[in-house]
């Protein structure tokens, strides 16, 4: 009767169906996707606010489809985070990460401190801080070129496993930003347990600076709550002039956005930098 009763519900809702079938197709595709190396990672660069140097660069996974088209994270991530394919991916995009990085320095480049963005489903495995120390060995890679870049909600599930795994993960040379800060609905509280080095300004803030006396608000708390507790800033989704020099005057300590640089493939990335370590 269960049984029927699905089908029923199936015949009666064709667009829920509908999209029943295009999660399982997608989900089909992201595992085939991996053995088929059709991700590719895209860098984006960060500069200070004061003087321009360059900061680091946050790593962006894209998704080169069957078709040939690009998927943005958004359309995969959450899927690849409740199917279990996560761990996988995240794997190989601090494996690709690092390779990237040896290239780059084997060129001759003056690379930045490279920005990861860590999924709850990894950062909740019971050896995450081990696991990271022990793939960047096997990789060759220093700790300290490397930062994790997580959210308020996965550091609130387990405050004391995560205070634990933070300092862990500081001792092994890794920094430690908290992105998109001020939209996790959590306590202040944790930030006095927690071993960070960065706050990224969520780019909801940013994009509203300008309009909103309420963001420009909670833009001014975050920066004067990084400066008293010693933590860097770092502006998300800068796009204008303006934006910029509003979140300087502010002292917001660096910025990342399309004003700089929009997120680039590889090579692209290279040729930035060597246009930018010339000029
Ligand atoms: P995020 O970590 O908050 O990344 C910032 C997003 O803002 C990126 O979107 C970036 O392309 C976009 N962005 C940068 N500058 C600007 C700007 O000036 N204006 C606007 N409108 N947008 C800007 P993207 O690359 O589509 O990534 C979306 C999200 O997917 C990321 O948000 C992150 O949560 C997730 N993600 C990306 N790569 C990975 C990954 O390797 N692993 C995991 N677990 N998540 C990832
Ligand atoms: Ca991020
Ligand atoms: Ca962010
Ligand atoms: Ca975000």
Same mark, same amino acid.
């Given at each position: 009767?269960?049984?029927?009763?699905?089908?029923?519900?199936?015949?009666?809702?064709?667009?829920?169906?509908?999209?029943?079938?295009?999660?399982?197709?997608?989900?089909?595709?992201?595992?085939?996707?991996? &053995?088929?190396?059709?991700?590719?990672?895209?860098?984006?660069?960060?500069?200070?606010?004061?003087?321009?140097?360059?900061?680091?660069?946050?790593?962006?996974?894209?998704?080169?489809?069957?078709?040939?088209?690009?998927?943005?994270?958004?359309?995969?991530?959450?899927?690849?985070?409740?199917?279990?394919?996560?761990?996988?991916?995240? &794997?190989?995009?601090? +494996?690709?990460?690092?390779?990237?990085?040896?290239?780059?320095?084997?060129?001759?480049?003056?690379?930045?401190?490279?920005?990861?963005?860590? !999924? +709850?489903?990894?950062?909740?495995?019971?050896? =995450?801080?081990?696991?990271?120390?022990?793939?960047?060995?096997?990789?060759?890679?220093?700790?300290?070129?490397?930062?994790?870049?997580?959210?308020?909600?996965?550091?609130?599930? &387990?405050?004391?496993?995560?205070?634990?795994?933070?300092?862990?993960?500081?001792?092994?040379?890794?920094?430690?930003?908290?992105?998109? =800060?001020?939209?996790?609905? !959590? !306590?202040?509280?944790?930030?006095?347990?927690?071993?960070?080095?960065?706050?990224?300004?969520?780019? !909801?803030?940013?994009?509203?600076?300008?309009?909103?006396?309420?963001?420009?608000?909670?833009?001014?708390?975050?920066?004067?709550?990084?400066?008293?507790?010693?933590?860097?800033?770092?502006?998300?989704?800068?796009?204008?002039?303006?934006?910029?020099?509003?979140?300087?005057?502010?002292?917001?300590?660096?910025?990342?956005?399309?004003?700089?640089?929009?997120?680039?493939?590889?090579?692209?990335?290279?040729?930035?930098?060597?246009?930018?370590?010339?000029?």
């Amino acid at each position: 009767a269960k049984e029927q009763g699905r089908n029923n519900f199936q015949f009666y809702a064709p667009e829920l169906n509908a999209s029943i079938l295009s999660r399982l197709k997608l989900e089909m595709e992201l595992r085939r996707a991996l &053995d088929a190396g059709q991700f590719e990672l895209y860098y984006q660069p960060k500069l200070e606010m004061a003087d321009g140097r360059l900061n680091g660069a946050e790593v962006l996974i894209r998704w080169r489809n069957d078709a040939g088209q690009l998927v943005p994270p958004n359309r995969f991530i959450p899927v690849a985070e409740e199917c279990g394919l996560i761990g996988a991916i995240g &794997d190989w995009v601090l +494996a690709e990460t690092c390779r990237q990085h040896a290239a780059w320095r084997a060129a001759g480049l003056l690379v930045p401190v490279l920005a990861v963005n860590v !999924s +709850a489903r990894q950062f909740a495995q019971p050896e =995450f801080a081990e696991n990271m120390g022990r793939m960047l060995a096997e990789l060759g890679t220093a700790p300290a070129a490397i930062e994790l870049e997580l959210t308020e909600s996965m550091l609130m599930a &387990d405050v004391r496993r995560t205070a634990a795994t933070l300092e862990r993960l500081k001792e092994l040379g890794f920094s430690i930003a908290i992105d998109d =800060f001020g939209t996790g609905f !959590s !306590s202040l509280n944790y930030l006095r347990h927690f071993r960070l080095d960065v706050l990224k300004i969520d780019q !909801s803030f940013v994009r509203e600076l300008l309009q909103d006396r309420a963001a420009l608000a909670i833009v001014q708390s975050i920066i004067a709550l990084a400066r008293a507790l010693n933590l860097q800033t770092v502006a998300e989704g800068v796009e204008t002039e303006a934006q910029r020099a509003l979140l300087q005057e502010q002292g917001c300590g660096a910025m990342q956005g399309y004003l700089v640089a929009r997120p680039l493939p590889a090579s692209d990335f290279a040729a930035w930098l060597r246009a930018y370590n010339k000029g």
